[in-house]
């Protein structure tokens, strides 16, 4: 009598034979095509549910040479789509920047110091991908040039992530950003500015009020940390005065 030998190969086989479902079971999740199908899902996932406003203290520390150089107290405010509102040391200080209309507007001293147009990636791939249609984010990402057709899938901290602008983890110079697979938030973005490589990771994610807070900030440039932020005294308004935001307006500004 012969004896007939089931390889593994064949036992999966006839399992998927007899039972087809298993095989949605077995089949690997598929990987986004494109940045723009990234951006879309992160649209989708977070519609309606993500905070329009953001209010916030930091402790911003800056770093030369490995060493911590200073150390500065900071007041923000956030409200969607695309506004800024930063006090360095406090209100009676003078200093601050506000970033609105795709432009930033320096302060010292209560005067205006400089302005110039601006798309602030972090405010974008943070919190207006949420508000934003899909098409308006991709075109703001085409600026800041993001290679939107690379896409690879790496891990980050303990996570999967989704990363867009590079083919591989051998390229850490490009324009790209880090999302979270699961949970669909930006996790690291890098830009190149005439070969001058900034990296910024949004650290130790936090669940607050059942909002996702990224709550340290690191910023390294050509790989050396320069300035790290650690979140407290956070809170999501319902409403925000828009004045705020309106640089003729920064003398009189507080939310405090």
Not at 31 to 46: D, L
Not at 72 to 80: I, N, P
Not at 101 to 126: E, I, R, T, W, Y
Not at 241 to 256: A, I, S, V
Request: proline share 5%; aromatic share 14%; hydrophobic share 40%.
């Amino acid at each position: 009598m012969k004896k007939h030998l089931i390889t593994g190969a064949s036992l999966l086989l006839l399992c998927l034979t007899l039972f087809p479902s298993l095989g949605i079971a077995l089949a690997p999740k598929p990987k986004y095509k494109n940045g723009s199908e990234v951006i879309n899902a992160m649209y989708k996932r977070w519609k309606g549910k993500w905070y329009p406003n953001f209010q916030f203290e930091q402790r911003a520390i800056f770093y030369e040479k490995g060493q911590v150089s200073k150390e500065e107290v900071w007041q923000e405010l956030y409200s969607q789509p695309g506004m800024l509102h930063i006090r360095f040391n406090g209100f009676e200080s003078g200093n601050g920047a506000v970033f609105a209309n795709d432009s930033v507007f320096h302060f010292k001293n209560f005067a205006l110091a400089a302005k110039m147009p601006q798309v602030h990636p972090l405010v974008l791939l943070s919190f207006d991908v949420y508000f934003l249609k899909p098409e308006e984010t991709i075109a703001k990402l085409n600026t800041l040039n993001f290679d939107l057709s690379n896409v690879y899938e790496t891990d980050w901290q303990g996570r999967k992530a989704i990363v867009v602008g590079a083919q591989s983890p051998e390229d850490a110079n490009s324009p790209q950003f880090w999302v979270d697979k699961e949970r669909l938030y930006v996790l690291r973005v890098i830009t190149n500015s005439k070969g001058s490589v900034r990296d910024v990771e949004m650290n130790n994610y936090q669940l607050l009020e059942n909002n996702w807070v990224a709550t340290e900030i690191v910023f390294k440039t050509d790989g050396e940390t320069t300035l790290r932020e650690e979140y407290y005294n956070m809170s999501f308004p319902k409403v925000v005065d828009k004045r705020w935001f309106d640089p003729e307006h920064f003398g009189n500004t507080r939310w405090q």
